[in-house]
């Protein structure tokens, strides 16, 4: 992953592909270390979160997350999750943040010099093929070792370089916790 000391960085997640991405690869994403890592390529204009919730859960799964971000540095951007029953008469939830994403991307490309997009959408082809006619290069992080691959063939043709988030372990990744039977103690 090439950086260069004095390019303008900004760093783009889309929460629930990334989320999703981790997850695929069992692999826990420490936030404040991925946010120290690309603060120490060059200097980070800013770190944008996106992801979708549900408005009127009392407790929702990702607020500590959202909460945290929100104080340590990224900008978190959210909008209202939609509920609705599919022809199959399942609840399903639709929060898509890539119309968000794409305007914010366009407008900070003026203003940076190398994008990290932490996404693997194909949706966002287009959006970086936009940020790269601006003179904008664009790192995707992703990954394509998950099963099935998180990184769409679209996507990784137009970036200008793929980092693999199972590659980063040591960067960017929580350690595993240990658990302990306390049971066998008695």
Not at 124 to 143: D, H, I, P
Request: charged fraction near 30%.
């Amino acid at each position: 992953m090439a950086f260069y000391p004095d390019e303008r960085i900004a760093l783009f997640i889309d929460g629930a592909n990334f989320y999703s991405t981790g997850k695929s690869l069992d692999f826990d994403i420490d936030y404040k270390k991925m946010l120290e890592l690309f603060k120490g390529k060059g200097r980070l204009i800013r770190a944008n979160y996106y992801t979708a919730l549900l408005e009127h859960d009392d407790y929702s799964p990702i607020r500590p997350l959202i909460d945290w971000l929100d104080y340590n540095g990224y900008h978190v951007l959210t909008k209202p999750a939609k509920s609705y029953t599919d022809r199959e008469g399942r609840n399903r939830i639709k929060g898509d943040m890539d119309i968000e994403m794409t305007v914010d991307m366009i407008q900070i490309a003026d203003h940076i010099d190398h994008l990290i997009l932490c996404t693997g959408d194909g949706d966002f082809r287009a959006a970086v093929e936009a940020v790269q006619k601006k003179g904008t290069r664009v790192s995707v992080l992703s990954s394509m070792k998950s099963r099935p691959s998180m990184l769409s063939d679209e996507l990784r043709r137009q970036a200008d370089a793929v980092i693999e988030v199972s590659d980063m372990g040591q960067l960017i990744g929580r350690p595993k916790r240990e658990y302990t039977n306390h049971d066998d103690d008695e």
